[in-house]
């Protein structure tokens, strides 16, 4: 079952903040954030566990709703490196459970 | 980074050929996973395993079968390729539940 990503695609000037969501119909485990560049394989982000927490590096952090079975990941002051299409991936128990990904949120930042 | 590739990179093959795509990994990680990336879908999980000889079907896993024989490799064999089958696949370890996963480089597969 795979996470709902929204929006599907943003467009920032360089300097504006975005958000993009990651929503789940079942109870949530874990939720990773991945980056893709065209062309490339999906580099990891950051992961939250169940418990509800938030984590950051930089300019990109990232929070976890137990309740609402969400996460949010935000770009703060974006970056021209920072275009590419975010994936968020989750697992539902601690056995047995599979790693799936939503559609992707492509961004674009221009100068 | 992670020791993880994927062989061949680039595969051309015609309709009705068996194809199998090879990931390898030198990390012991536990966990395996293929997926198919093709455009407005994300990337979507086709077989995955939590250890040698112990696999099960993702989401697109029609058409698909695979084997892990060795904790370090995890097969995709494409029995009778498709042109639906073009893509590009993904392989991906992680060492357990709630840990990052690595990827690795992809491979472009075209069937004609």
């Known amino acids: 079952q795979q996470p709902v990503q929204s929006p599907q695609a943003v467009i920032l000037r360089e300097g504006e903040d975005a958000v993009i969501n990651c929503s789940s119909s079942?109870?949530?485990?874990?939720v990773h954030w991945y980056r893709q560049k065209h062309g490339e394989a999906p580099v990891f982000l950051m992961i939250?566990?169940?418990?509800?927490e938030q984590k950051g590096h930089d300019k990109i952090s990232a929070s976890f709703n137990e309740k609402k079975q969400q996460s949010s990941l935000y770009l703060t002051a974006s970056q021209l490196s920072y275009s590419g299409t975010y994936f968020c991936?989750?697992?539902?128990?601690?056995?047995?459970?599979?790693?799936?990904f939503g559609e992707g949120t492509q961004l674009t930042v221009n100068p | 980074d992670a020791g993880i590739t994927q062989s061949p990179r680039h595969k051309v093959t015609e309709t009705g050929t068996p194809v199998t795509l090879r990931c390898h990994q030198t990390?012991?990680?536990?966990?395996m996973y293929w997926y198919r990336q093709d455009p407005g879908h994300g990337l979507r999980l086709i077989h995955y395993?939590?250890?040698?000889?112990?696999?099960d079907k993702g989401e697109v896993s029609d058409g698909y079968s695979v084997s892990r024989s060795k904790t370090e490799d995890f097969l995709l064999t494409l029995e009778s390729a498709t042109s639906s089958q073009t893509s590009v696949y993904f392989c991906?370890?992680?060492?357990?539940?709630?840990?990052?996963?690595?990827f690795g480089p992809g491979t472009r597969l075209t069937v004609t």
């Open positions: 991906a370890i992680s060492g357990d539940i709630g840990t990052r996963a690595y």
């Open positions: 079942k109870a949530l485990y874990s």
């Open positions: 939250l566990l169940k418990g509800g």
């Open positions: 991936g989750t697992e539902y128990s601690t056995s047995g459970s599979r790693l799936t």
């Open positions: 990390e012991n990680h536990r966990y």
């Open positions: 395993s939590y250890g040698v000889k112990d696999t």
